[in-house]
Structures are given as structure tokens and as C-alpha cells.
């Protein structure tokens, strides 16, 4: 059309409000009356008997109704279309998300089939499913299965750190683990030329953010997790948290994903793994990327020290696989390239190159 500008569009997403800090929890009720007044929580049975009584009071100081819908553990098609159900019953106008990724993203799921404003309130900072639009769907064998994107991001993401503080230091790392890849990952899809989970090329800003993400990461990780396996809330938590939780799910939604995150396809597909948490599975396989990308051996070494120093697998054997073997690099490696951000990398790989990679990562490693 004559007279319109031609340009190429950029996106930034990011949920509507973000709240963090200790105790944040109990702000929850008046979250729930901004945005309609009655809610019907997806959290499993053991985030339910931690917190369900403490926030039915809360919520029947503010005249807030709250339903609870047990979460069965996994993020499949089915259990979003029980709990769908469940909240149409209920007349629930708004879904809360109490607990971690896979809660997290199954109340997304009825969010989005319900068409109900969502507020998320991880229990653990394992990962960034919380601030994001996807909904990572897996099969009844664990595996991952589709990936679904939401028409927005959650309305409200509210996080209290002395709850993530009390939750296994082994999540946190987790978190770590995941959100450490960014910085890498934005760089390689912008690299070559990829597309954000908008669909658009990335911003300057999620770049940023990934940088951001990173040098937190790498100035408090030590810290956070010393405090965190004595359920202590400090500056470096709060830190670590913001990091794993906000700053890595804006960076990876704006700036898009490469290989780290593409070997989850391969990597959920191996029954003695598939039971690792996914930042343990990312964390491992951002080595494996930056192998592929030829860092210097200083960078890489530099690495490795880090993950031993806060606990984070650093090969198939500490992710539980007892014999690595060419057949299951392959296997991992056929399955990675069939992910859709196999294609952000400044060069085109196939799985012989992959399947090379994870060798080299268990043999440099001993």
C-alpha cells in the first residue's frame, strides 16, 4: 500500500505486573480482586497442604473466593482439559498458578482455553515458565510433546522469595541452569537471523535483558545458593531469583532460543534423564552449545569450575545416564534437530555435529 511505511517489526513482551519479594504472597487476594474477585487455583497436593490454609485465610479477610484444583504432576492435553473443566464448573473467573513449571503451565493451559485472566505464583525459581506465554505440553511418558503459546502473558506474576527459599536448593540451581543460557542463546538466534517467540526479529533490549541475566547469575549464584540450603532470604537471592525467574523468561521470549533449549527434544527421550529438572537439562546442554560455537578452552573451563561450584550437572552422567554411549548421543541428536530453534546458529548443524558434541562434552569432562 502506497504511503506506508515499510520496516520490520519488533517485539517486546513482558506480563502485565511483576511482584517479588519476601512475603509477597499474602498481597495475592487483592491481585485476584483487581482482576475479578473469584479464582480457581491449579497447585498439586503438597504446595496445597504448605499453603492452601494459609491463603484461604488470607483470601476470606478480602472476601476472595479460592477454589483448588489438584494438579496431577504432568502438563499434558488431558490434565488441561480436567482442570478446564473443573474451573468452567466452578465459575472461576480468574486462574491462579501455585507451584512450579509443569502447574504453572497447565493452569496456562486453562487460562488460555477458558479465555480467564492468569495470575502465576511459582513456589520454586526452577525455571522462566512464569513470566512467558508458552505452555510446554509433554505425553504421558514424560516427554516432551507440543509446545503452546498464550495470546498474552500472564496478567500478574507474583513471587515470594521466602517461599523459594524454602523449597530444595536443588530447583534454584536448576533455575540457574536455565537461565545462564540465555545471554548465548540470544546471541546465536540474532546471529543468525531468527525470529522471537513473537514471531518478529529480537529487540536490543532482550539482548540486554540475556546480559543482564547472565552477570546477576554469575556475581551472586555462589552466595544464593549457600543461603538457600540454610532457607535464607538475602540481597543475593532476591537477586538469583529475579534473574532465573524474570530476567531470563523476557530475555528468552523477546530474544529467542537456540541449541541449549532445542536439546530438550532429545534429551527428555532418554528415560534415565527425562526425570532431571529442565534448567539441570539446559544447564548441561549449554556446554554442549558452546562447544559447537568453538569458545576458547578458557571460557569453557571457566564454566565448568562455575557448575561445580553450585551443584549444576555438567554431563549425561550427572544428569543420571550410567554409560553414554554413540547411540544414545545420536539418538539426542536426531530428536534435537527436529526442535524449531535448531536453526538459530550461526551455522547450519545436523546431528552428526550434535552427536560429536555431546561425545567430546562426557570425554573433556572425565
Given at each position: 500500500?502506497?504511503?506506508?511505511?515499510?520496516?520490520?517489526?519488533?517485539?517486546?513482551?513482558?506480563?502485565?505486573?511483576?511482584?517479588?519479594?519476601?512475603?509477597?504472597?499474602?498481597?495475592?487476594?487483592?491481585?485476584?480482586?483487581?482482576?475479578?474477585?473469584?479464582?480457581?487455583?491449579?497447585?498439586?497436593?503438597?504446595?496445597?497442604?504448605?499453603?492452601?490454609?494459609?491463603?484461604?485465610?488470607?483470601?476470606?479477610?478480602?472476601?476472595?473466593?479460592?477454589?483448588?484444583?489438584?494438579?496431577?504432576?504432568?502438563?499434558?492435553?488431558?490434565?488441561?482439559?480436567?482442570?478446564?473443566?473443573?474451573?468452567?464448573?466452578?465459575?472461576?473467573?480468574?486462574?491462579?498458578?501455585?507451584?512450579?513449571?509443569?502447574?504453572?503451565?497447565?493452569?496456562?493451559?486453562?487460562?488460555?482455553?477458558?479465555?480467564?485472566?492468569?495470575?502465576?505464583?511459582?513456589?520454586?525459581?526452577?525455571?522462566?515458565?512464569?513470566?512467558?506465554?508458552?505452555?510446554?505440553?509433554?505425553?504421558?511418558?514424560?516427554?516432551?510433546?507440543?509446545?503452546?503459546?498464550?495470546?498474552?502473558?500472564?496478567?500478574?506474576?507474583?513471587v515470594d522469595t521466602s517461599i523459594i527459599a524454602r523449597a530444595p536448593v536443588r530447583y534454584l540451581v536448576?533455575?540457574?541452569?536455565?537461565?545462564?543460557?540465555?545471554?548465548?542463546?540470544?546471541?546465536?538466534?540474532?546471529?543468525?537471523?531468527?525470529?522471537?517467540?513473537?514471531?518478529?526479529?529480537?529487540?536490543?533490549?532482550?539482548?540486554?535483558?540475556?546480559?543482564?541475566?547472565?552477570?546477576?547469575?554469575?556475581?551472586?549464584?555462589?552466595?544464593?545458593?549457600?543461603?538457600?540450603?540454610?532457607?535464607?532470604?538475602?540481597?543475593?537471592?532476591?537477586?538469583?531469583?529475579?534473574?532465573?525467574?524474570?530476567?531470563?523468561?523476557?530475555?528468552?521470549?523477546?530474544?529467542?532460543?537456540?541449541?541449549?533449549?532445542?536439546?530438550?527434544?532429545?534429551?527428555?527421550?532418554?528415560?534415565?534423564?527425562?526425570?532431571?529438572?529442565?534448567?539441570?537439562?539446559?544447564?548441561?546442554?549449554?556446554?554442549?552449545?558452546?562447544?559447537?560455537?568453538?569458545?576458547?578452552?578458557?571460557?569453557?573451563?571457566?564454566?565448568?569450575?562455575?557448575?561445580?561450584?553450585?551443584?549444576?550437572?555438567?554431563?549425561?552422567?550427572?544428569?543420571?545416564?550410567?554409560?553414554?554411549?554413540?547411540?544414545?548421543?545420536?539418538?539426542?541428536?536426531?530428536?534435537?534437530?527436529?526442535?524449531?530453534?535448531?536453526?538459530?546458529?550461526?551455522?547450519?548443524?545436523?546431528?552428526?555435529?550434535?552427536?560429536?558434541?555431546?561425545?567430546?562434552?562426557?570425554?573433556?569432562?572425565?
Amino acid at each position: 500500500m502506497s504511503g506506508v511505511p515499510q520496516t520490520t517489526l519488533r517485539t517486546l513482551g513482558a506480563p502485565r505486573r511483576y511482584l517479588q519479594g519476601a512475603g509477597a504472597l499474602d498481597f495475592l487476594p487483592q491481585e485476584i480482586l483487581s482482576l475479578g474477585g473469584q479464582a480457581a487455583v491449579v497447585a498439586d497436593a503438597l504446595v496445597t497442604n504448605l499453603l492452601g490454609e494459609r491463603l484461604r485465610q488470607a483470601a476470606a479477610s478480602q472476601a476472595v473466593e479460592l477454589h483448588f484444583l489438584d494438579f496431577g504432576g504432568e502438563c499434558t492435553v488431558q490434565e488441561i482439559d480436567r482442570k478446564s473443566g473443573e474451573a468452567l464448573k466452578l465459575g472461576a473467573r480468574i486462574i491462579v498458578a501455585l507451584g512450579g513449571g509443569k502447574a504453572i503451565d497447565t493452569a496456562k493451559g486453562v487460562a488460555m482455553s477458558l479465555d480467564r485472566p492468569l495470575i502465576v505464583v511459582p513456589t520454586v525459581a526452577s525455571n522462566d515458565a512464569p513470566t512467558s506465554r508458552l505452555i510446554v505440553i509433554y505425553d504421558e511418558a514424560h516427554r516432551v510433546a507440543e509446545v503452546r503459546t498464550m495470546p498474552r502473558n500472564p496478567d500478574v506474576v507474583l513471587v515470594d522469595t521466602s517461599i523459594i527459599a524454602r523449597a530444595p536448593v536443588r530447583y534454584l540451581v536448576a533455575g540457574i541452569g536455565d537461565a545462564l543460557s540465555k545471554t548465548f542463546e540470544v546471541r546465536q538466534c540474532r546471529l543468525a537471523g531468527g525470529r522471537n517467540f513473537f514471531g518478529t526479529p529480537p529487540l536490543e533490549t532482550a539482548s540486554i535483558l540475556a546480559d543482564a541475566c547472565y552477570a546477576l547469575i554469575r556475581a551472586n549464584a555462589v552466595e544464593a545458593v549457600r543461603a538457600v540450603r540454610n532457607n535464607e532470604v538475602t540481597d543475593a537471592v532476591e537477586r538469583i531469583v529475579e534473574a532465573n525467574v524474570l530476567l531470563s523468561g523476557l530475555g528468552f521470549e523477546s530474544g529467542g532460543l537456540s541449541i541449549a533449549h532445542a536439546m530438550n527434544r532429545g534429551l527428555t527421550a532418554v528415560p534415565e534423564i527425562a526425570g532431571s529438572l529442565h534448567g539441570e537439562m539446559v544447564g548441561y546442554a549449554l556446554r554442549v552449545q558452546l562447544l559447537l560455537e568453538r569458545r576458547p578452552k578458557d571460557v569453557l573451563r571457566d564454566l565448568d569450575t562455575f557448575y561445580r561450584e553450585i551443584g549444576l550437572p555438567r554431563t549425561l552422567r550427572e544428569l543420571g545416564l550410567a554409560r553414554p554411549a554413540a547411540e544414545v548421543a545420536d539418538l539426542i541428536a536426531e530428536l534435537t534437530c527436529r526442535a524449531p530453534y535448531i536453526g538459530h546458529f550461526e551455522t547450519a548443524l545436523c546431528p552428526r555435529d550434535i552427536a560429536e558434541a555431546i561425545l567430546a562434552v562426557e570425554e573433556e569432562s572425565g
